[in-house]
Antibody, heavy 122, light 110 residues
Framework: EVKLVESGGGLVQPGRSLRLSCAAS????????MHWVRQAPGKGLEWVSG????????AYADSVKGRFTISRDNAKNSLYLQMNSLRAEDTALYYC???????????????WGQGTMVTVSS | QSVLTQPPSASGTPGQRVTISCSGS????????VCWYQQLPGTAPKLLIY???QRPSGVPDRFSGSKSGTSASLAISGLRSEDEADYYC???????????FGGGTKLTVV
């Protein structure tokens, strides 16, 4: 069974940092691009960042550029999102998603995790 | 405000055919594939349509996608109560070098 399980969310104060993880199983992790997508409470979907199979291509939404860093460890079948200088508007459910293809970041997300909640509040 | 524009709501009766529109620009829909996601209440999104009109394995052929110029649409035929969900369109934006989503359409089966 193809599965993505996110972890690392929680309550954090504005300006602090948090690192999210996504554990992948059931497929050859290093064959595919991976992404983070978030959804604020009661709101729509917002793409956050994506990384190609070999980390050769990485992209970020303007809203997180310079604050968030995506990375992957193919040996551990894991995806990460380092989030620094967190703001109240970063409060959301963060989903890990598998890309449909390997090198291209512009292909659809065909598998999603259940998400991990990040709340930024003092 | 979302880069891609969808109607906030849509409705239909069981058995009916409904369509949901998605409008963008030359930098996203006009130059990239469009995909559609279904999000049932309290669950993670699920890929319904990729590369404009392709269905992943397991998605019923009641769901179909199309694209023309800078607009796309999702059609659902033979509407069922279990189709009640939020539907999102998405496309890669060449100018932003990232993915953009529509604001979502809440489909009600009355």
């Amino acid at each position: 069974e193809v599965k993505l399980v996110e972890s690392g969310g929680g309550l954090v104060q504005p300006g602090r940092s948090l690192r999210l993880s996504c554990a992948a199983s059931g497929f050859t992790f290093d064959d595919y691009a991976m992404h983070w997508v978030r959804q604020a409470p009661g709101k729509g979907l917002e793409w956050v960042s994506g990384v190609s199979w070999n980390s050769g291509s990485i992209a970020y939404a303007d809203s997180v550029k310079g604050r968030f860093t995506i990375s992957r460890d193919n040996a551990k079948n894991s995806l990460y999102l380092q989030m620094n200088s967190l703001r109240a508007e970063d409060t959301a459910l963060y989903y890990c998603a598998k890309g449909y293809s390997s090198s291209s970041l512009d292909d659809a997300f065909d598998v999603w995790g259940q998400g991990t909640m990040v709340t930024v509040s003092s | 405000q979302s880069v891609l524009t969808q109607p906030p709501s849509a409705s239909g009766t069981p058995g009916q055919r409904v369509t949901i529109s998605c409008s963008g620009s030359s930098s996203n829909i006009g130059s990239s594939y469009v995909c559609w996601y279904q999000q049932l209440p309290g669950t993670a999104p699920k890929l319904l349509i990729y590369r404009n009109n392709q269905r992943p394995s397991g998605v019923p052929d009641r769901f179909s996608g199309s694209k023309s110029g800078t607009s796309a649409s999702l059609a659902i035929s033979g509407l069922r109560s279990e189709d009640e969900a939020d539907y999102y369109c998405a496309a890669w934006d060449d100018s932003l070098s990232g993915w953009v989503f529509g604001g979502g359409t809440k489909l009600t089966v009355v």
